[in-house]
């Protein structure tokens, strides 16, 4: 294939079966694997009728385990004798290269933690030279024709050029025009590996240019291909890898760039990223390795950073919102480890569902949230109106009777002030403690109420039956002053008069108690109360049990105190123990 067309094949016909299914098999053949893959079908415009940037020109959907060929495309880039290479592309990323998105997740937190804030992964570059190396060997030619007939093409030319304009505290290389120089230093890479002679690939014109602008260009794209393959672990590839084209980066968040075969990958998961987030570790003999070969030094930050930053650089180049969605997922599971540190975890038991009651229904209007929607009840009551004229149902907890409960519900107020980090961002010790009392409450079978609360305006949850909601609804964080909200306490001491109550503070709680009819409040909101509990960080008690003198008395009060922060969960989960034991 490398020389000429296949037999049957012209530049311009169309693609027949017979003539896929063969390079299908070849491609195959070249991996010597048996895939569980549909052979290949035509790739269908993402938005059929418009122009189509950024149409890939292969890639696996997992889903359907089918891989797709952007035919046309291949045939306009005139590379059309380099079907079986790309086939075999697409199969190598499946079969080895990274064969599991958990050790592309991996290679992703590494790389923020050498390039913090890197705008783009580099993990596809890195893949794509493991797998072109293979199927090189064989197909090398077949791989130029679509690398050069991509610079052709407008995504080609247009996005990848250079990005950044100004770089502080750093000298920045004149910029040469044309692709980036980092894209040119992975194509001279392919230039070097497959001997071809300098231009082939890299575009001729800018050869001297990349050459005064970053001296040694040409020599350190073949001393990569020398030593690159030559490293017998992965871990140490990458990091390399890392170093070399570190040189190519002037501003991290800039990074962009498009390569032909850039839709092969997958992206990691919630839970691939979790594990890569708790992968540190298994890094640091390569990182001694590749310090002690000079590869990094110490403008490269190579020390392992607290969990909560590492999921802060894993997530923070993302676009939107999703960044956010996701970051918040993995803080979760950060804590939920920590919580099940304090605490027994109960054996799983069948889920029920949640004990919720629809509402009257309501007409749904332009602006209200569209999982409301009854569609069901709609299409029953409007008839042909039904997608005009939607009704929606909010759901209401259905609250058991007290007598029900095997522990009591659980009230728990958590000052979320600005002396406090947000739990995102650092790790807040009071937090912790609200779900190691939640999760605690709930694997015991009771129900859990969060009020989150600053200066003004507290947060409120419904009743929650489930840890994920709990845990969640306890990430809430406000920022400001404090304020404790006894008239929220009165008023829910009224409503759930049976419930158990935890207010987790500081002094800050023993100053608001100061204020004018503040005590007098909670104490009624306490008599009317199962329990209250004043968890407080104090490096002394004497203080609290002289503001809080006048209550100190009662059988329905408690104080609870810890000296550091650091012992705050330890302290929660023997808490939840004695208040909650049945």
Not at 197 to 206: I, N, Q, S
Request: charge should be negative; aromatic fraction near 10%; proline fraction near 8%.
């Amino acid at each position: 294939m490398a020389g000429g067309h296949p037999a049957g094949m012209s530049a311009g016909a169309a693609f027949t079966p017979e003539e896929v299914e063969r390079c299908w098999r070849d491609a195959l053949a070249l991996w010597d694997v048996h895939v569980q893959l549909s052979p290949p079908e035509p790739h269908q415009p993402f938005r059929p009728g418009e122009a189509t940037p950024n149409e890939p020109l292969a890639y696996i959907d997992l889903v359907r385990r089918q891989v797709f060929v952007h035919f046309e495309l291949l045939a306009r880039m005139g590379a059309r004798d380099s079907l079986t290479a790309v086939l075999a592309h697409e199969i190598g990323h499946h079969v080895r290269f990274p064969h599991t998105l958990g050790w592309d997740a991996e290679l992703r937190v590494l790389e923020q933690r050498l390039i913090p804030g890197l705008g783009q992964s580099l993990t596809n570059l890195f893949f794509d030279l493991q797998v072109n190396e293979f199927v090189g060997r064989t197909h090398a030619e077949a791989l130029c024709q679509v690398y050069r007939g991509f610079l052709r093409t407008p995504d080609g030319r247009d996005k990848n050029k250079r990005r950044s304009k100004k770089t502080k505290g750093k000298e920045q290389a004149p910029d040469p025009g044309g692709p980036s120089p980092l894209f040119c230093f992975y194509l001279a890479i392919y230039e070097e590996l497959w001997r071809r002679e300098p231009g082939h690939l890299v575009p001729e014109a800018l050869l001297p240019k990349l050459e005064e602008a970053y001296p040694g260009f040409r020599a350190q794209a073949r001393m990569f291909v020398q030593t690159f393959y030559a490293l017998p672990d992965p871990r140490l590839q990458f990091l390399y890898f890392c170093a070399a084209f570190i040189r190519f980066i002037d501003l991290p968040s800039e990074v962009g760039f498009c390569i032909p075969l850039a839709g092969d990958l997958g992206t990691p998961d919630e839970g691939d990223l979790d594990a890569a987030v708790q992968s540190g570790g298994r890094w640091e003999d390569a990182l001694n390795e590749a310090r002690a070969n000079g590869w990094l030094d110490d403008s490269h930050d190579t020390k392992e950073s607290d969990p909560l930053e590492t999921i802060r650089r894993a997530t923070a180049h993302l676009p939107g919102n999703d960044g956010g969605r996701l970051r918040r997922a993995l803080v979760a599971r950060y804590y939920r480890r920590l919580v099940d540190q304090y605490i027994l975890k109960l054996p799983a038991s069948p889920s029920k569902p949640e004990p919720y009651l629809r509402t009257i229904p309501e007409a749904w209007e332009y602006g209200d949230d569209p999982t409301t929607i009854d569609w069901t009840l709609t299409v029953i009551s409007q008839g042909h109106l039904a997608a005009v004229a939607p009704l929606r149902r909010e759901l209401e907890a259905d609250l058991p009777p007290p007598s029900d409960l095997g522990v009591p519900a659980l009230e728990i107020y958590l000052d979320t002030s600005g002396s406090m980090p947000n739990p995102q961002q650092d790790l807040n010790a009071m937090t912790l403690a609200a779900q190691v009392l939640s999760a605690s409450a709930l694997r015991k079978g009771a129900t859990v109420r969060g009020i989150i609360y600053s200066a003004d305006n507290p947060i409120v949850s419904p009743w929650m039956y489930d840890e994920e909601t709990a845990r969640d609804f306890f990430f809430h964080y406000i920022g400001g002053g404090t304020w404790f909200p006894v008239e929220v306490m009165d008023e829910l001491s009224v409503e759930r008069p049976d419930a158990l109550r935890v207010v987790i503070s500081d002094s800050d709680f023993l100053y608001n108690m100061r204020q004018e009819n503040a005590l007098p409040r909670f104490a009624r909101a306490m008599n009317r109360s199962r329990r209250v509990v004043a968890f407080l960080a104090l490096p002394d008690d004497a203080p609290a049990r002289q503001v809080m003198a006048p209550v100190m008395g009662s059988p329905r009060f408690r104080l609870a105190t810890v000296q550091w922060m650091s012992d705050f969960g330890r302290a929660a989960a023997a808490l939840a123990d004695a208040l909650l034991e049945k």
